[in-house]
């Protein structure tokens, strides 16, 4: 009998989820701090070690920058190692971030995207994970449980591979405490697929070495040169293990995704679990006779300039709707997006529209809102407020 | 795919509620989604759950539900506390948990005559099998008994599995509530429907 046939189907919400992922990774380490909408992954991880169903240690610090601390230690002395946080308490972490990356520790955490304060505001956006674009992280963002659970173990097998750290995100409460179908693995399969962590260097009393240590001008540069080529190194990494999962678990997974898009003039871009509404819109406007599509993407960074290109690259209009802002200038998927565009072959005109920001719902008929404003729109514009009384 | 939205108060077990309905209907081999209304609750307060079925591979949407098929009341002093009636479409389901029949409830609450009207008296069965306590009996198990006959599914074969995994404490008696709702709801279908 193939091992897949002896997964359990079964009922989760997005952060337990997270948790079966963890626990099917055979995480060594854990460390975290409660924040809402996270705390329950953290409670379940804590149980799962407590019962012994997870042999994992279980590390109880006083701050998120604390977590992300103890699990960079942990990841450096060879252990798999893992932490969860959300909004401010990823935050709180940010110094940390670029250490994981400058240290080349491949620790995974999962963030689940929730407002920032103030105004204090637990529900969803994804600027906390976003405002962490440039420490060096590898960022994959997610639209249903199943892909969560999945992604948390893909994380692990990309992250030891490039020694980057990775973040899996997903949505505060629309996933984090939202039960629908998963299918968890059996053990064996995932061992399979991922295989115990080892590092080369990792921290060894016998042999004694330094790390982190001091750089100067004539040789820091030369790490910064090789974070950006294990990014490089990343993306191909990313193709190959999303392959190699399809073939063994049967789910295929991509940079970006694609639905309806085959003969699409018109393209909606967003990322995360809007994804699974503005579905659900462009499959009605189909039934109108609206060539329209979506683009989601899913892996941020490394970023799929290619087959961001590849599926935008001759369409009539792409509209990009982003649940994040960045003050000062537009939604952050949109400016990625049209810089990725820069100097493609029929680049489309690209509008970018914000929504939904602090968990403001973003129903079907607000996607076919903005699909039909951008549809009438002559010339691009930066932000397009979608929804916002002023 | 059917909406169903479950209203309660803060403490009375609506998310469980909503949890368990979803896994039932899971079981009969459909797509579910079950979420709270995401907000920051406090007990005794207005709140509210929801659930989607539909068939397996259908587009499901992630938004609250704004006009749901059905409804499930676990507190009746709810029905004239908020609008639970707000975006019910017509021909769904109202189901209540109360010691009145469907007539003198929808005489009493002013329930249009295009719903479907099933009552039971959860508070009375949840103290009897000893789940909660008087000043806060758990009747969201019982509840969902009464669905289950009013609805016609889940059957109370699947309920009964999904609660005896989904409850924290006490599985056999919720279970037992369960039943004991399920052979007592008493139903009304007004001849518009």
């Given at each position: 009998m193939k091992l897949i046939e002896k997964s359990q189907y079964t009922v989760l919400k997005g952060n337990y989820a997270v948790a079966y992922g963890v626990k099917l990774a055979r995480v060594e380490v854990i460390s975290a701090y409660p924040i809402t909408p996270q705390t329950t992954i953290s409670e379940k991880l804590a149980d799962m070690t407590a019962t012994g169903e997870l042999k994992a240690r279980f590390i109880t610090v006083e701050s998120e920058h604390s977590a992300i601390s103890a699990v960079i230690a942990s990841s450096l002395?060879?252990?798999r190692s893992f932490t969860a946080t959300a909004s401010q308490g990823l935050a709180l972490m940010h110094e940390m971030l670029h250490w994981a990356t400058g240290a080349r520790a491949p620790v995974v955490?999962?963030?689940?995207?929730?407002?920032?304060a103030p105004s204090w505001n637990i529900w969803t956006e994804q600027t906390d994970s976003l405002a962490q674009r440039d420490t060096g992280w590898l960022q994959i963002y997610n639209e249903s449980n199943q892909e969560v659970l999945d992604t948390t173990i893909l994380a692990f097998k990309i992250a030891e591979r490039v020694y980057l750290p990775t973040m899996v995100v997903l949505d505060a409460f629309i996933l984090s405490h939202t039960s629908e179908p998963v299918e968890i693995y059996p053990q064996e399969l995932v061992d399979e697929f991922l295989p115990p962590y080892e590092h080369p260097n990792a921290i060894n009393f016998d042999d004694p070495r330094a790390i982190g240590a001091f750089a100067r001008p004539d040789y820091y540069m030369e790490f910064r040169y090789n974070i950006q080529k294990a990014h490089e190194e990343a993306l191909r990494v990313f193709k190959e293990e999303t392959e190699l999962f399809a073939e063994m678990f049967g789910r295929k997974y991509d940079t970006v995704e694609e639905f309806m898009l085959d003969d699409a003039d018109y393209v909606l871009v967003l990322a995360g679990s809007t994804a699974t509404t503005a579905k659900y819109a462009v499959a009605q406007l189909r039934e109108r006779?609206?060539?329209?599509?979506i683009m989601?993407?899913?892996?941020?960074?490394?970023?799929?300039?290619?087959?961001?290109?590849?599926?935008?690259?001759?369409?009539?209009?792409?509209?990009?709707i982003d649940r994040n802002l960045s003050f000062g200038h537009s939604g952050i998927f949109y400016m990625e997006t049209k810089a990725a565009m820069y100097g493609a072959k029929d680049r489309p005109p690209i509008f970018g529209y914000v929504a939904g920001l602090g968990g403001r719902d973003i129903r079907p008929q607000d996607i076919i809102d903005m699909y039909e404003d951008m549809k009438r729109r002559e010339e691009p514009e930066n932000i397009i407020w979608k929804g916002v009384r002023v | 795919m059917i909406e169903i939205r479950i209203h309660g108060r803060g403490g009375q077990g609506g998310v469980v509620a909503s949890e368990i309905l979803a896994k039932a209907f899971f079981?009969?081999?459909k797509y579910i989604q079950a979420f709270p209304h995401f907000g920051v609750e406090r007990r005794?307060?207005?709140?509210?759950?929801?659930?989607?079925?539909?068939?397996?591979?259908s587009l499901f949407v992630r938004t609250n539900i704004y006009e749901p098929d059905h409804i499930i009341v676990l507190d009746p002093t709810l029905l004239t506390?908020?609008?639970?009636?707000?975006?019910?479409?017509?021909?769904?389901?109202?189901?209540?948990?109360?010691?009145?029949?469907?007539?003198?409830l929808i005489k009493d609450v002013g329930i249009p005559p295009t719903y479907k009207v099933a009552t039971v008296d959860a508070t009375s069965i949840a103290l009897k099998?000893?789940?909660g306590n008087r000043m806060n009996p758990i009747v969201n198990t019982a509840i969902l008994g009464a669905f289950s006959r009013a609805f016609g599914a889940p059957s109370l074969e699947n309920l009964l599995e999904a609660i005896r995994e989904e409850v924290p404490v006490k599985p056999e008696e919720n279970a037992a509530a369960a039943k004991e709702a399920y052979e007592s709801t008493k139903i009304l279908i007004p001849q518009e429907v």
């Open positions: 002395a060879g252990a955490m999962v963030n689940v995207n929730r407002a920032l006779g609206e060539k329209v599509g989601r993407i899913k892996l941020f960074r490394p970023f799929p300039v290619e087959d961001v290109r590849r599926v935008l690259s001759g369409r009539k209009k792409v509209a990009v | 079981k009969e081999g005794g307060a207005p709140v509210a759950a929801f659930v989607r079925v539909g068939e397996p591979g506390a908020v609008n639970v009636m707000e975006g019910l479409k017509p021909g769904g389901w109202i189901v209540v948990n109360t010691p009145q029949d469907p007539e003198e099998h000893r789940l």
